[in-house]
């Protein structure tokens, strides 16, 4: 099978400008039970501006998964598996390993392909052709890298997906967008005041966020393909933490236009504002469950800040965090499973997660100040805001807190992460 790209990725690259700063990614913990994986170099991969075979083995190393074996010097270099030594591979307790070729087509594009091999068994197990330009390089290994993890693991690859954050420095702030490696940097939005609560539209091609450029909090859909942005919530008082509904139609959004903080469903286009809640309370930090029915959030309806779940077609408001008087920014996986939020522990504020079935919970970090956090898609990893140094840096742990890693901008603050969801192209 060959895959041929569309373009909609490369649309960010226009409408986005370059940004100076690039994200840095250190792992500090590994996973346990690690699949012994070997990449080996692509055949004829030096006509391309950059190694597929090394982003691919980058993704794999960084997901925690997966234990890398080191290929060696191998000549020549294998395309079909019935050049592989597979006898070798074997002595090195290897369960997989990754061949592959690239080739320069008469048009001036590049066709790669790779073939996944189950080395105890021999067979070939996955294999696609891609047709790229130079361009695509990144893109296309982060696309290999994603069906050799799902292969692999049954779960489905997040390394093709983008992550948006906001990096403060000095007094200018600016909205980014970064491959989920942190490679690739674009400014969506730079301004003197604050920015935050970005949140990614369901398709991936719209950020919603609170922008103080008014001198007030103002909420904004930006759209990534155009470039064109609108104020969809300018009330009077405060507009803020913007959260999109599962079909994309739909913002709920924090309002005090009518007196304290409530939560309201608004058009995407800022029509039609409807109060959901009517508390005398601060309700706020709304998130969709997966199927779009229902929302989490925080509220200080019970004496302190604690997270609830209310219905949208009505009914109870239930609360669901208890131990502590301090829980809030509820954040839900795909699945509809499990519950991430942050709570504060003494003068600690950690990241969680609460196993909604089984009502068990479990501290991921151990941080001072942690925040902001957002699921990747497959619901595997969390990504977080936190505090190194005196700094903002991002940092991201696995759902069973064994993996971790540190994403960090020098001299700069980053916060306000939001992870993007697949795209469907």
Known sequence: MQVVFRTVLLLFALVCSSAQAQLSIEITGGGANQIPIGVLRFAGEQVLPQSISDIVEADLRRSGRFRMLFAGSVNPLPTEMSQVDFADWKNRNADAMVIGSVVRLADGRFEASFRLLDVPRQTQIGGVAFTLNAQQVRTTAHRIADMVYEKLTGDRGV?????????????RYELQIADADGVGAQTALASREPIISPAWSPDG?????????????????HSLVSGQRQAVANFKGSNSAPAWSSDGRQLAVVLSKDGGSQIYLIGADGSNPRRI????????????????????F?????????????????????????????NVSPRISSDGKTLVYIARDGGRFQLRSLDLASRQGQALTDGLRDESPSFAPNGKMILYATQINNRGSLAAVSSDGRVKQRLSVQAADVREPAWGPFFNN
């Not at 390394?159 to 007094?171: C, D, E, L, W």
């Not at 809640?277 to 989490?296: A, R, V, W």
């Open 159 to 171: 390394f093709s997906t983008r992550i948006a954050y906001v990096v403060k420095q000095g007094s």
């Open 205 to 221: 091609t719209r950020l919603a966020y609170v922008s103080f450029e008014n001198k007030k909090p103002v909420v904004y859909v």
């Open 277 to 296: 809640t009517n508390s005398g309370s601060i309700d706020t930090e709304p998130f969709f469950t997966p199927d779009g029915q229902s929302i989490y």
């Open 298 to 326: 925080t509220s200080d309806r019970g004496g302190s800040p604690q997270i609830y779940r209310m219905s949208l077609s009505g009914g109870e408001v239930t609360r669901l965090t208890f131990d502590g008087s301090y």
